[in-house]
C-alpha cells in the first residue's frame, strides 16, 4: 500500500498507485486522480490508461498531466490548477516519489492566489521541498496579486 501524503485538504501526493491504492484514496474521500508520470518511465509501472480505468471502475475522475525531465511548463500548472479546482472533493496525485506532484501542485496554488510561505510550509509538513522551484513560486503569486 502507497503512503498517501496529505498536503491540505484538497490535495494528497503520491508515489506510484496501484489498483489496491485507488480502493484506498476512494475510502479516503478522493475524488480524483492525476498522473504525474509519463508513460514508460519505469518498464514496472502500470500504464496510464490501466490507472484511468480502475479509477473510474472505482467512481473517481482522473488526468494525466505527465511531468518529464523537460520540467514543468505553464500548460500543466493550468492543467493542475483545474484538475484540482474541478474536483468534487480531495485530489490525489502521483508520479515516481511525489515530488513532481507536490511542486505542480505549489505552482498551481501559487497561481490561485496563495502566499508563498503557506504553500512552501504545506509541502514541508508532508515532506516535500519545493525550495528548487521557490522563485518560480513567488513569481506567479506575484503575477496573481497584480491581476
Known amino acids: 500500500m502507497t503512503q498517501f501524503r496529505k498536503i491540505d485538504d484538497r490535495f494528497y501526493a503520491s ?33 496510464g490508461d490501466t490507472i484511468a480505468a480502475q479509477a473510474r471502475a472505482a467512481g473517481l475522475s482522473y488526468v494525466a498531466i505527465p511531468v518529464t525531465h523537460a520540467g514543468i511548463g505553464q500548460g500543466q500548472v493550468d492543467a493542475m490548477l483545474a484538475a484540482v479546482q474541478d474536483a468534487n472533493g480531495p485530489v490525489l496525485a502521483y508520479c515516481r516519489s511525489g515530488t513532481r506532484s507536490t511542486m505542480l501542485w505549489a505552482l498551481a496554488a501559487a497561481k490561485r492566489g496563495d502566499p508563498p510561505a503557506v504553500i512552501a510550509s504545506k509541502a514541508a509538513q508532508a515532506g516535500y521541498d519545493v525550495s528548487p522551484i521557490r522563485q518560480m513560486i513567488d513569481m506567479l503569486s506575484a503575477g496573481r496579486a497584480e491581476s
Do not use: C
Not at 17 to 35: E, H, P, Q
Open 15 to 47: 508515489p506510484q498507485i496501484s489498483a489496491d491504492d485507488i480502493a484506498a484514496a476512494a475510502k479516503l474521500g478522493i475524488t480524483a486522480i492525476v498522473n504525474n508520470r509519463p508513460d514508460g518511465e519505469d518498464a514496472d509501472q502500470p500504464e
